[in-house]
């Protein structure tokens, strides 16, 4: 396992003593598989922060957990290590902690786990239960500042949100497809990852209002529990269009949407508006197709940006600032995307 960072660092990195990283790195047995992966993907995030690990200055530790499909934590991995140059004179280190899906209870154990070995801070993003909101309280308690991301805990003792405005995202939404769809009838299929997901819950909540104030006749039908996962997504739009021949267009919330469309075209059906959410790998490959109608995105190096920088105002390191304001929402179509020449 070759590699250029002294055991030190990366015992540091994956949380664990030099001890067991010597045992796992000479291979003197001792250690469980999921160990040796663990000091295996320590040594793959220093590989890419290499640009950090070298420099002085006051060193940040910060946990990022999430749970969330793969293709949208890897656009957030992306968009902090991209970031993480621009923090200077501070250096912050990362550490991840990702799920696509699982109960509640791996997130608790991990967060517990933090509140053990320590940290400077979590970037979490997570459901809305009592049993998150106690771990971030534990975490508080032990002198770590948590950020809430792209999903509020708000009577958690976190120390603050970073993300887009969730109502006005659904009423955005709303407008669109309401627009799109015009004086032509037909339902609206809403889609959410899971329903304990705040966020989630309120650009529902959002979409659900404006559509009411603006066509009141046109139903929506809501389907949820498909975690974004492809798999489990196919199965709920299809039954939902074998229930409802009226669907003709779909808010996305939740992701999944290569499934959704599948599940469409399977069914000899057509989807007139399509609205979904980031611009991650499969949503912008989609948008360029123009499978999809526009997606909603906002600029995740900036969230990335500021939530490093809460952690590092919680320690000092930084002059205290005012309310972090939400994140700018953009509407993205096929003939805006990023990079797009004229």
């Not at 972090?324 to 990079?339: A, F, H, K, R």
Request: a neutral charge; glycine letters at 8%.
């Amino acid at each position: 396992m070759g590699h250029p960072f002294p055991i030190r660092e990366i015992a540091r990195q994956a949380g664990l003593s030099e001890a067991t990283v010597d045992r796992v790195l000479n291979a003197r047995g001792g250690v469980r598989d999921s160990t040796a992966r663990e000091v295996q993907q320590a040594i793959a995030d220093l590989d890419r922060q290499r640009t950090q690990v070298r420099l002085v200055g006051r060193t940040f530790m910060i946990d990022i957990v999430m749970l969330a499909p793969e293709r949208f934590t890897t656009a957030v991995r992306g968009a902090l290590e991209a970031e993480l140059p621009a923090l200077h004179p501070a250096v912050v280190r990362s550490r991840f902690h990702f799920r696509e899906t699982g109960p509640v209870e791996e997130q608790l154990a991990t967060l517990d786990r933090i509140v053990r070995r320590g940290s400077q801070g979590v970037i979490l993003k997570a459901p809305d239960v009592p049993e998150v909101t106690a771990a971030v309280g534990r975490l508080v308690a032990a002198g770590i500042p948590v950020v809430t991301l792209f999903t509020d805990l708000p009577a958690s003792a976190r120390l603050g949100y970073v993300g887009i405005d969730n109502r006005a995202a659904g009423a955005t939404a709303a407008y669109l497809t309401g627009q799109w769809l015009g004086d032509r009838p037909g339902n609206v299929l809403t889609s959410l990852s899971s329903g304990f997901f705040r966020n989630e819950e309120e650009r529902e909540m959002g979409f659900r209002s404006a559509m009411r104030a603006r066509q009141p006749g046109r139903a929506l039908v809501e389907i949820a529990e498909g975690q974004g996962l492809d798999a489990t997504q196919y199965d709920l739009v299809r039954a939902a269009l074998e229930r409802d021949p009226e669907i003709r267009a779909v808010y996305s919330i939740g992701g999944g949407n290569i499934a959704t469309l599948r599940a469409f075209e399977d069914a000899g059906r057509a989807c007139a508006v399509f609205v979904a959410h980031d611009l991650d790998h499969d949503n912008t490959r989609l948008l360029g197709e123009e499978r999809i109608s526009a997606v909603l995105h906002h600029d995740l190096r900036q969230d990335m940006r500021e939530a490093c920088r809460l952690v590092m105002r919680a320690h000092g390191a930084l002059p205290p600032a005012g309310p972090t304001l939400p994140s700018s929402i953009q509407v993205v179509t096929p003939y805006n995307l990023p990079g797009q020449s004229a």
